[in-house]
């Protein structure tokens, strides 16, 4: 990861988990395209409409905010939280 750039509280624990895919629709993230104050999906579907997908910005609308609908990180995220629950759940076990 680059060092120059400044980490948010989205950022993913391991960056490789980023997949590019957008985990709403399954395209691609770099086609969704700013529109206003989101980012809209420009690719087709098998029957031949534009897709719907419509990803609004989450925490301050700046570019990278893309990033937190990825699919990847959204695993990754689901991961981090099933660790920390076990992590909470084992300890309260042992201080019972």
Request: hydrophobic share 25%; with cysteine; proline share 4%.
């Amino acid at each position: 990861m680059d060092p120059s750039t400044p980490k948010g509280r989205h950022e993913a624990l391991r960056p490789d988990y980023r997949s590019g895919t957008c985990c709403v629709c399954g395209h691609l993230l770099a086609n969704h395209l700013k529109d206003g104050d989101g980012w809209r999906c420009t690719e087709r579907g098998l029957d031949a409409r534009r897709c719907e997908c419509f990803l609004r910005p989450i925490l301050t609308g700046t570019e990278r905010e893309k990033d937190f609908y990825d699919l990847g990180w959204r695993m990754n995220a689901s991961e981090r939280e099933v660790y920390e629950f076990k992590k909470r759940f084992r300890d309260s076990y042992r201080r019972w």
